[in-house]
């Protein structure tokens, strides 16, 4: 029988604190009362190998509800609550799964994946999310990557013109809310299709594990995210920075949507060696774009020029998400 979580460390407790937004529960009843797991599950590229995907502290699966009341499939973050309680060492303010959970009940965004519930035990804390039957950005990228020879843009500019809009415009709306994502890439960008595949299919940014709450006027401190996709200032030593890491690095993803890859170098999904890691470094703060070329060769004027006003290495000179939406 598994063991309930003690009120003394209780999530389910503190978040008692506080209005829930629509169709959110939380609970430390039993996750299997109300769920089952399907047999695969995501992997870290969103293909169905059973490892799961990887987010920034936790695993997702796929659940199936057992009775329907709102939704039937959904997705399942679950994070080791021994692992939680390290983070919450290594963070002074506040347990980094709890302020995640936070978040989530803040965003109320077609193009951010909305959280239905939270349950825990005593070996798990449990967020169930709204599903994306594509799987992520990351695998659909790879994917088409496969499929195309290799001097072709492996996505269409229709497709990234459909994926970059909506994941600009949920950007747009996380700065209104004085919210930093800080680790957007394409592994986070979940989709939905509605028929026509990556043409018209519907983003939901997932993982807001990494973002940070901004009060107005003040800079963020501290590293965020994974290297590929780091704006230069969030690398520089002792720098503070803003609102404007998530340009750059939804100029990333663009670029990767085009390219198949990381703008400053390594493959999408793959891990960089010590030397790989201090030459895309540099490569970010030189802003060289190995690419540049090729590119021009085979995208729109306005698709270059939009994505080196995201990949300025001036954030006073980077396009805000506002400009870029509307551009």
Known sequence: ARRHASSKDSVIAGLA??????????????????????????????SKDGSGVGTSNGKMNVLFQRSCS???????????????????KQDTTKDQF?????????????????????????????????????????????????????????CSEIQVSNVMKQILVAVLYMHGHMICHRDLRPKVIMLHDIGQGLDTCLVRVVDM???????????????????????PELLAAASTYGKAVDMW????????????SSPFGGQIGEHLSHEEEIEVQG??????????????SRVSRAAVKLLKRMLCCDESKRCTPHQATFA
Not at 122 to 127: E, K, P, R, T
């Open 17 to 46: 604190k506080g209005g829930a937004v629509v169709l959110f529960h939380a609970s430390s009843e039993d996750l299997s009362d109300y769920y089952s797991l399907e047999d695969q599950i995501l992997s870290q590229d969103g």
């Open 70 to 88: 709102f939704h039937t499939v959904t997705s399942l973050k679950s994070m080791d609550r021994r692992s939680a309680r390290t983070l919450q």
């Open 98 to 154: 709890v302020h995640e959970i936070r978040l989530l009940r803040q965003m109320d965004h077609p193009n951010i994946a909305k959280l239905y519930e939270v349950f825990e035990d005593a070996a798990q804390y449990h967020l169930v999310i709204e599903c994306s039957d594509m799987g992520s950005l990351s695998e659909v990228i790879l994917s088409q990557k496969d499929a195309n020879p290799e001097n072709n843009l492996v």
């Open 209 to 231: 594990s990494s973002a940070y709450k901004m009060k107005k006027h003040h800079h963020i401190h501290g590293l965020a995210g994974r290297l590929e996709w780091s704006a």
């Open 249 to 260: 690095a939804s100029g990333c993803i663009m670029h990767s949507m085009l390219c198949g």
């Open 283 to 296: 490569r970010i703060q030189r802003g060289d774009l190995p690419e540049q070329q090729w590119l021009d």
